[in-house]
């Protein structure tokens, strides 16, 4: 059956193709319309070492590993025009298990225009392939099941309704691919519109928030792997004519599709205490409705000796939403915290979780060269799901690096990041961690 979801997942590559084409139009514009043009390419290599690289429970090796990242990026701007374009190659070496080594490449662009007092618009597009299961720990809490793929674009736009009042809207799509053990594809459309008006009179430095947003969440599972006839459903009969000839092996296919709608909106506010600390708070409630069906095949040779699919309705649940943070920049110090609770996609686990999140961030410039920043932050995603296993997993991320800038063009940084995970839907101790050390060097190249 024909679907606008399925629409855009068969033509994704056509749409981020277009997307591309017309940032490259804007981006390098007709001789005269360009104020300013940059270019700015950047090397940067560095050594790591991870207790766990594969961030396992049981098989915990460690290995250094060296990665060397050519970067060249391209920014315009006119008085109208802000636009840019990035592309990046992460070529990884690991000393002992060099069956992993691997080259990831990642491009971005995006832009934004001022087309006329009242309304802009912008756009963004990014493609990416990764191989580190722990990479959004930092950011989601969740470890991917497997290298990644992931593509996705956005435009937005922005409308004055009048001198204190304006109106925003966005539509970003993204396509993603976990490969094994759990081979996973997932494709996510959200639209967002929001609200935003200057209540000063008031309330002294303050705008009232406002917004709804509407998320489709559609994703694709398979599992192969072969078992034993121990493990066949009691209602499968095998009967072995010639118990002298060879068994033949079974294998076991699980199939898995599922779609989750999610509506979210929030009210609240924003406030600029004095010129360098703000906070803003947002609640809000979410509605998740989702379905889905399932597939057990399971074969022996070229023999299909079973085949059962079933369907399931999880109906609609009800949540609660908050986002709240705040920020702190002074001369020397800048700190920043964030609490939120939201439904988010569980990329590589398939499907939406209830994501609880806090982080704290403090940064200090000890001089004109030397920074240091230390971060901490801990996540909590949950989810009772009728197809697949439960998710519930906490996380703690902890983090230290300091940066020097010994020249104009030369920075170097040391870095410390720790991750402990504990997935208490499981039985027993299914806690994992990973230690992360790291030093890396960058040199920006004036042109």
Not at 343 to 354: H, K, P
Request: hydrophobic share 35%; with cysteine.
């Amino acid at each position: 059956m024909f679907t606008l979801t399925s629409y855009f997942r068969n033509t994704s590559s056509i749409v981020f193709f277009l997307i591309w084409v017309a940032f490259l139009v804007c981006l390098f514009p007709m001789h005269g319309r360009a104020e300013t043009l940059f270019y700015k390419p950047i090397l940067a290599l560095e050594q790591e070492y991870t207790d766990n690289i594969l961030f396992s429970r049981d098989n915990q090796d460690s290995d250094f590993i060296t990665t060397l990242s050519p970067e060249f990026s391209v920014e315009t701007k006119s008085q109208r025009l802000k636009g840019h374009m990035t592309a990046k190659v992460d070529t990884i070496y690991y000393h002992e298990y060099d069956d992993l080594n691997g080259v990831e490449p990642s491009l971005s662009a995006g832009f934004d225009y001022q087309w006329s007092e009242r309304f802009s618009v912008g756009a963004n597009a990014s493609y990416l392939e990764d191989s580190r299961s722990d990479r959004d720990t930092d950011s989601t809490g969740l470890v991917l099941g497997g290298d990644r793929e992931r593509a996705n674009g956005e435009l937005r736009g922005e409308y004055r309704l009048s001198e204190v009042m304006a109106a925003a809207f966005s539509a970003e799509y993204v396509t993603e691919d976990v490969a094994d053990p759990d081979s996973e594809s997932n494709d996510t459309m959200t639209l967002r519109f929001s609200l935003s008006r200057n209540i000063s009179k008031f309330i002294p430095n303050t705008m009232a928030l406002f917004d709804v947003s509407y998320m489709n969440y559609q994703s694709d599972s398979s599992d192969v792997r072969d078992i034993d006839y121990d493990s066949l459903p009691d209602d499968i009969v095998v009967v072995i004519v010639n118990p002298d000839d060879e068994t033949p092996g079974l294998i076991q296919s699980f199939l898995s599709a599922s779609t989750y709608e999610v509506w979210r909106s929030t009210l609240g506010f924003s406030q600029d205490v004095t010129e360098r600390f703000n906070f803003f708070v947002k609640a809000g409630i979410s509605s998740v409705s989702s379905d889905g069906s399932s597939q057990i095949v399971i074969a022996s040779e070229d023999t299909m000796l079973y085949d059962t699919s079933f369907s399931f309705d999880g109906g609609s649940t009800w949540g609660w939403l908050l986002f709240s943070g705040m920020s702190y920049k002074g001369e020397l110090d800048s700190i920043h915290f964030d609490l939120s609770r939201d439904v988010q996609t569980a990329s590589g686990v398939n499907g939406t979780t209830e994501r609880s999140m806090v982080s704290l961030s403090y940064r200090r410039r000890l001089n004109e060269s030397l920074s240091l920043r230390l971060s901490g932050s801990a996540y909590l995603n949950e989810q009772e799901r009728e197809n697949r296993a439960d998710i519930d997993e906490l996380t703690l991320n902890g983090a230290c690096h300091v940066t020097y800038a010994f020249a104009d063009t030369w920075s170097a940084s040391l870095g410390w990041r720790y991750t402990w995970i504990d997935e208490r839907h499981l039985k027993g101790d299914a806690s994992r961690d990973k230690t992360y050390l790291f030093a890396r060097i960058v040199k920006t190249f004036e042109i």
